[in-house]
T-cell receptor, first 111, second 113 residues
Framework: AQRVTQPEKLLSVFKGAPVELKCNYS??????LFWYVQYSRQRLQLLLR??SRESIKGFTADLNKGETSFHLKKPFAQEEDSAMYYC?????????????FGKGTKLSVIP | DTGVSQDPRHKITKRGQNVTFRCDPI?????LYWYRQTLGQGPEFLTY????????KSRLLSNRFSAERPKGSFSTLEIQRTEQGDSAMYLC???????????FGPGTRLTVL
C-alpha cells in the first residue's frame, strides 16, 4: 500500500529563515512525487514535481530513494509562502494515476 | 477560464437526501479524478476516469456513491441517502494523456444536517 507521511501539522518560521517541510513515503516501486500548495481561499495547485527538478518560487525538493523522502526546502522564507503544503505520490505503472496525499503541513511565516 | 470548474461550490442538504455535483475538466485532459477532503486531512482518492471509462474506485466509495462521465467530458458525482459523515469538500481534478500532474478545481463543500 502506498502512503505519504508529513510529520509536522504546523511549522512556524521567521521571515528570511530557511524552511524545510518534511515528506516521507512508502511505495513498492519508483513513484512520482509532487508538492501541492493551497493558499488561503484558493484551490490546490501544483508547486513542483520531482521529475522536472525545477525550482518554483524558490522552493526545491530532491527525491531521496534511500531514505524514501521528498522534503521541500526554501533558503529564505517569505510572508507570501504562508499556506498549506501537501506532499503527494503517484505510482509509475500503467493505471496508477491516483494521487495519495499526506495530511499536509501548515506553514506560517512570521514577519 | 481554462481551469477545472465545479458546481455548486457549496451544498447544504438534510440527511437522507440525494445530491449531485458536477465537474468540468480542462478541455484537452482525458483523465478526471474525484477526491474527498475532510478537516485536517489531505485529499483522499475516490474514483478516476479515462475518457468515459471509470477505471478505478476506492473502497471509500460506498454503494451510495456513483460517478459518471458519459461523453468523456464533464463528470457528475451523486451521493444517495446522504449521511452526516458525507460532509466534506469534494474535489475534482484532471490530467492530460502525457503528464501525471493533476489540476484541481475549487471543490464543492457539502454539509449534511
Amino acid at each position: 500500500a502506498q502512503r505519504v507521511t508529513q510529520p509536522e501539522k504546523l511549522l512556524s518560521v521567521f521571515k528570511g529563515a530557511p524552511v524545510e517541510l518534511k515528506c516521507n513515503y512508502s511505495y513498492s516501486g519508483s513513484p512520482e512525487l509532487f508538492w501541492y500548495v493551497q493558499y488561503s481561499r484558493q484551490r490546490l495547485q501544483l508547486l513542483l514535481r520531482h521529475i522536472s527538478r525545477e525550482s518554483i518560487k524558490g522552493f526545491t525538493a530532491d527525491l531521496n530513494k534511500g531514505e524514501t523522502s521528498f522534503h521541500l526546502k526554501k533558503p529564505f522564507a517569505q510572508e507570501e509562502d504562508s499556506a498549506m503544503y501537501y506532499c503527494a505520490l503517484s505510482g509509475n505503472g500503467a493505471g496508477s494515476y491516483q494521487l495519495t496525499f499526506g495530511k499536509g503541513t501548515k506553514l506560517s511565516v512570521i514577519p | 477560464d481554462t481551469g477545472v470548474s465545479q458546481d455548486p461550490r457549496h451544498k447544504i442538504t438534510k440527511r437522507g437526501q440525494n445530491v449531485t455535483f458536477r465537474c468540468d475538466p480542462i478541455s484537452e485532459h482525458n483523465r478526471l479524478y474525484w477526491y474527498r477532503q475532510t478537516l485536517g486531512q489531505g485529499p483522499e482518492f475516490l474514483t478516476y476516469f479515462q475518457n468515459e471509462a471509470q477505471l478505478e474506485k476506492s473502497r471509500l466509495l460506498s454503494n451510495r456513491f456513483s460517478a459518471e462521465r458519459p461523453k468523456g467530458s464533464f463528470s457528475t458525482l451523486e451521493i444517495q441517502r446522504t449521511e452526516q459523515g458525507d460532509s466534506a469538500m469534494y474535489l475534482c481534478a484532471s490530467s492530460s494523456r502525457t503528464r501525471r500532474e493533476q489540476f484541481f478545481g475549487p471543490g464543492t463543500r457539502l454539509t449534511v444536517l
